[in-house]
T-cell receptor
Framework: GAVVSQHPSWVICKSGTSVKIECRSLDFQATTMFWYRQFPKQSLMLMATSNEGSKATYEQGVEKDKFLINHASLTLSTLTVTSAHPEDSSFYIC?????????????FGPGTRLTVT | AQSVTQLDSHVSVSEGTPVLLRCNYSSSYSPSLFWYVQHPNKGLQLLLKYTSAATLVKGINGFEAEFKKSETSFHLTKPSAHMSDAAEYFCVVSDPPTSGGSYIPTFGRGTSLIVHP
C-alpha cells in the first residue's frame, strides 16, 4: 500500500515550452503533497507544499509563477514548469504524506527527469 | 526549528562488513525521524522510522537505527553490507506541525554508501 506514481518518468522539451508533471497517490488519500527538486549528487530541495483545495506554499527562492502547482484532489497534484529553460533541467520528485496517529510519513514518487534543450 | 546533519558525505565499506551511517538532529519538539534510501535515478524508499515508541528501530533489508535523545543522534547500521546496498541514504527529521500549520520535513545532505567486493 501507500504507492505514489509520477508521470512522465522522463521528458525532453525545448526551451520556452511548458511541461506538466503529475503526482498521484494510488491507494490512499494524501493529507499533503510535496514537490522537490534534486540536482546530481545533491539532497532534495523542497520547492513547495500543497494541501488539497488550497494554494501551495512555496519555499523561499522558488518562483511561484514559474512552477505552478495545482492540487485538485486528495490523490492528484500537478507541477507545471512554465517557459522552461535549460537551467530548469533537473530531477523532480513528489511525495505524499499520510498522517497516521504518530508520524507524518512521506511516500515518494519515482521521480521525473526533465531535460530542457 | 529543526535541522539534520549527516556527518559523512561518503562511506566506503567492503562487502560483508558492518555499515554505520551517522545522523544528528536538532529539534524543539519530539520529532519523527526517518531514513530513506535512493538508488540512481529512482525515488526514495523508506528504510525505517522512529515514532517515539521503541528507541531501537528495525527496518527493511537488515537495517536498523537507534534513537539516542541524549546524543541527538539517529545513526543507521547494518551488520553486513551487500553490494545491493550501494546507494544514497537520507536522514529526515520532522517536527509536529504547529496549530494550523503544515508538517515540513528537513532532509540531511545525504550519504553515499559505496560497497567494495
Amino acid at each position: 500500500g501507500a504507492v505514489v506514481s509520477q508521470h512522465p518518468s522522463w521528458v525532453i522539451c525545448k526551451s520556452g515550452t511548458s511541461v506538466k508533471i503529475e503526482c498521484r497517490s494510488l491507494d490512499f488519500q494524501a493529507t499533503t503533497m510535496f514537490w522537490y527538486r534534486q540536482f546530481p549528487k545533491q539532497s532534495l530541495m523542497l520547492m513547495a507544499t500543497s494541501n488539497e483545495g488550497s494554494k501551495a506554499t512555496y519555499e523561499q527562492g522558488v518562483e511561484k509563477d514559474k512552477f505552478l502547482i495545482n492540487h485538485a484532489s486528495l490523490t492528484l497534484s500537478t507541477l507545471t514548469v512554465t517557459s522552461a529553460h535549460p537551467e530548469d533541467s533537473s530531477f523532480y520528485i513528489c511525495s505524499a504524506s499520510l498522517r497516521d496517529r504518530t508520524t507524518y510519513e512521506q511516500y515518494f514518487g519515482p521521480g521525473t527527469r526533465l531535460t530542457v534543450t | 526549528a529543526q535541522s539534520v546533519t549527516q556527518l559523512d558525505s561518503h562511506v566506503s565499506v567492503s562487502e560483508g562488513t558492518p555499515v554505520l551511517l551517522r545522523c544528528n538532529y536538532s529539534s524543539s519538539y519530539s520529532p519523527s525521524l526517518f531514513w530513506y534510501v535512493q538508488h540512481p535515478n529512482k525515488g526514495l524508499q523508506l528504510l525505517l522510522k522512529y515514532t517515539s515508541a521503541a528507541t531501537l528501530v528495525k527496518g527493511i533489508n537488515g537495517f536498523e537505527a537507534e534513537f539516542k535523545k541524549s546524543e541527538t543522534s539517529f545513526h543507521l547500521t547494518k551488520p553486513s553490507a551487500h553490494m545491493s546496498d550501494a546507494a544514497e541514504y537520507f536522514c529526515v527529521v520532522s517536527d509536529p506541525p504547529t496549530s494550523g500549520g503544515s508538517y515540513i520535513p528537513t532532509f540531511g545532505r545525504g550519504t553515499s554508501l559505496i560497497v567494495h567486493p
